[in-house]
């Protein structure tokens, strides 16, 4: 076993308790070469990063793997602080500082841009933030103030999404990948549909607002070459009083067949035309209708009134000349993530990611940042499911490992983790440990029970906050 000269394991930072953090934590607690202390490190008070604010709710056994996400961070040698921003509430300096190796998993916060007019209009907002507000992420569901300082009080203010959902009768969802599968999924369910799921009370009560007929999905490829998979595909078949309109036409063009030839893009022909011949026939009377518009690109938001109306599309199969305005009250762009800069860390603008060498960060001039490390969607780009995390961790891990075992890490930091408590205490942070988290999931299963659902989850800062909070001596 390496243990470092003082008989003090090697604390090792992980930023981000997503899947790819927690994955991250795992690999360093279940070898045996290495001593390691960790503390997982997120922003927001609670874990689980994108498995809780990313997967849909009406998905629970996606969701559960909170479960497993959860041994890892109840190991004796792993700690937790929710609610701890870095590069906030300490600089990526200031934690370097202080442990021996720091691995960041902070996933890539923002969504691409499309570029066309009309992006920023009221009523076109990104899939990032729908799917955030729906999930219930506290940063989406911040209290405004009834009565505004007067400065403040004639800035325009973005609508909430509670506000565009109500009355909402048609919306464009921008994509072709299982992002824009899930949020058209959600705009097409009636809420009673989704009223078993542990969506906050204050998101159903929103999504009952809306009165939505028609999702219309632009893919901006062909059927067999979306990104999306065939279980996601063949789920909005089975959505209450809707039908999936696809036009015979998109599957007939005629260099599509040679394109699809993976087996997920086959699966996914197989499925679009089983859609397709209802589509053609006719005999669907359903009150709702997702419509899959293959080769379509929009063009410009257009508004009326102040806020989105319609989007002007166009086919982008060489040669087309097919344009076209769709009705819509909401447009939601779901074209991919895209990672953020973290101030003191490298980042390649172009690709949205840290630049990296199997794990190791890298300076724009390709030299190796000591003890700097990244796993995750900052690492590889926003793409794969939730298990691609695991591999992906483990890469990062062993380049950790290796680089302790060569000698390149030196073990400095053996009361880093008391000194870190006490910087953010004189800061005023405290941060939130995994018993603060068990109080949360406790009153959120409460709260449920109340409701007659498994779950409902906590999407204020303060019910989150006022949750976590330790019983008073003597009290239940
Ligand atoms: P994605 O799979 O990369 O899909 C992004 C979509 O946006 C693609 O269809 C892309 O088209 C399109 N696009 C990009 N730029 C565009 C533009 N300027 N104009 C029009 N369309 C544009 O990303 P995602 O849907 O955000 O998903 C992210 C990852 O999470 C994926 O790996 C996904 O599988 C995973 N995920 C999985 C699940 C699940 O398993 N249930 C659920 C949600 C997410 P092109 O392909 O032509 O570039």
Redesign the pocket.
């Known amino acids: 076993m390496t243990t470092p000269s003082t008989d003090q394991p090697y604390l090792i930072a992980v930023v981000g308790a997503g899947p790819s953090g927690i994955y991250a934590a795992e690999a360093l607690t279940q070898q045996t070469e290495v001593d390691v202390q960790v503390v997982v490190i997120d922003k927001l008070p609670v874990p689980f990063g994108l498995v809780r604010y990313?997967?849909?709710p009406d998905?629970p056994s996606?969701r559960s793997i909170r479960t497993t996400l959860e041994r890892t961070l109840d190991r004796p040698n792993v700690s937790f602080f929710g609610d701890v921003a870095i590069g906030c509430d300490l600089t990526v300096a200031e934690l370097t500082d202080h442990v021996d190796a720091c691995i960041y998993a902070f996933g890539a916060g923002t969504s691409?841009?499309?570029?066309i007019p009309g992006e920023d209009a009221a009523g076109s907002i990104t899939?990032p933030d729908l799917v955030s507000w729906y999930t219930g992420n506290p940063d989406s569901h911040v209290r405004r103030p009834t009565h505004p300082p007067a400065d403040r009080a004639e800035a325009p203010r973005s609508l909430t999404p509670a506000e565009l959902l109500n009355g909402l009768a048609s919306a464009v969802v921008?994509?072709?990948?299982?992002?824009?599968?899930?949020v058209a999924r959600i705009l097409a369910k009636d809420a009673a549909e989704l009223a078993t799921t542990d969506m906050a009370d204050d998101v159903l009560t929103a999504l009952r607002g809306k009165a939505v007929t028609d999702v219309h999905l632009?893919?901006?490829?062909g059927p067999g070459?979306?990104?999306?998979?065939t279980?996601?595909v063949r789920e909005l078949g089975r959505i209450d009083d809707c039908a999936v309109v696809v036009h015979p036409a998109d599957l007939d063009w005629p260099a599509e067949r040679e394109l699809a030839t993976g087996r997920i893009a086959q699966r996914n022909l197989a499925e679009f035309e089983n859609f397709a011949a209802d589509t053609a026939a006719g005999t669907t009377t359903c009150r709702r209708r997702i419509h899959l518009h293959f080769w379509t690109?929009?063009v410009e938001i257009l508004t009326r009134e102040g806020r989105v109306g319609a989007v002007a599309v166009t086919d982008t199969r060489p040669g087309a000349d097919r344009t076209g305005v769709l009705d819509a009250g909401l447009v939601v762009r779901?074209?991919?993530?895209r990672g953020i800069a973290l101030d003191g860390l490298p980042f390649d603008q172009a690709t949205g990611r840290v630049p990296h060498d199997e794990g190791r960060v890298l300076t724009p001039a390709g030299e190796q940042v000591p003890g700097a490390y990244v796993t995750g969607w900052i690492k590889r780009g926003?793409?794969?499911?939730?298990g691609?995390n695991k591999s992906d961790a483990v890469e990062t891990v062993h380049s950790l490992l290796h680089d302790l075992d060569d000698g390149e890490l030196a073990p400095s930091h053996p009361t880093g983790l008391a000194e870190l408590t006490t910087l953010l205490a004189d800061r005023g942070v405290t941060p939130l440990d995994l018993p603060a988290w068990h109080r949360i999931d406790a009153a959120e299963v409460d709260h449920g029970r109340d409701a007659g659902r498994e779950r409902v989850t906590l999407a204020h800062r303060e019910e989150l906050l006022a949750a976590a909070r330790e019983p008073p001596e003597g009290g239940s």
């Open positions: 990313g997967v849909a998905h996606i691409r841009r499309l570029g899939a921008v994509g072709g990948g299982n992002v824009a599968l899930d632009l893919a901006r490829r070459q979306t990104t999306m998979t279980k996601e690109a929009p779901a074209i991919g993530y926003p793409t794969g499911v939730i691609t």
